[in-house]
């Protein structure tokens, strides 16, 4: 299996990965502090069917004009998504969105950046750190209220901002999180994959299923247990064709 699965991580780990992911988007700006912020915008959006979600986080890049830190501080986002009970996307209307921006807005205006306001810790910290910010501002739709869930879009971005030496995650924040603590992003399907290779035995997408199946990988991987996300990616992919 650790064979199969390191094949498939380096035969995934491409910037071909990046066509239609939403890891894309953090890769057509310039400056770390708008790669941090359209990374996390993008996790955030990161839900339901691509053909619908990716839109929207052009949407944002198009009003931002790729100047995302400046467009945030400024307070442009406020007229381009004005707070109105208008559907943005699914469950997120602009009122959502905007609220959650003007959230990251005093995140950003406080601290400088969300890899000063998260400082040098583990990668749970890191999230709990974060769901507590927007928790107490109310925004709890677009970010999880707390860590009984996966996460799976917050442990996306933290594989984003940490994991360096790839052609898909930045690893912006590696300086501050070890990527030996990252926490595999959990959906329904790597849950499904996850189970049907042996690695997991749950039927539930939580933290704590999360963490079981991220000590498995990292059994393979124990540098990097997230290679393993791009492997279980390759699983789906190569069994479709």
Known sequence: ???????????????????????????????????????????????????QFMPKIQYILDCSGG???????????????????????????CATM???LCALQ????????????????????????????FSKRGVEVIIPKNTKSSCKRLCMFMRWMVRDGSPVDLGLWSDII???????????HV???????????????????AMKLTESLRALFPEDPLKGDFALFGVGVDEDK
């Open 1 to 51: 299996m650790k064979d199969n699965l390191s094949y498939l991580s380096e035969k995934y780990e491409t910037e071909e990965f990046l066509i239609g992911d939403p890891s894309w988007f953090m890769h057509q700006v310039t400056g770390e502090s708008n790669q941090e912020l359209l990374a996390f915008i993008a996790a955030s959006l990161s839900y339901g069917s691509r053909k």
């Open 67 to 93: 100047n995302v830190r400046e467009w945030l501080v400024s307070g442009n986002f406020k007229s381009d998504i004005p707070r109105t009970d208008k559907c943005f996307y699914r469950l997120y209307t």
């Open 98 to 100: 905007h609220d959650m």
């Open 106 to 133: 005093e995140l950003v205006l406080a601290y400088g950046s969300l890899k000063a306001f998260v400082g040098k810790c583990t990668c749970y910290e890191a999230i709990e750190k974060i769901v507590g910010y």
């Open 178 to 188: 070890d990527k030996r603590t990252l926490i595999m992003p959990m959906d329904t």
């Open 191 to 209: 849950m499904q994959e996850a189970n049907r290779l042996g690695l997991l035995k749950s039927k539930t997408a939580t933290m704590a299923t």
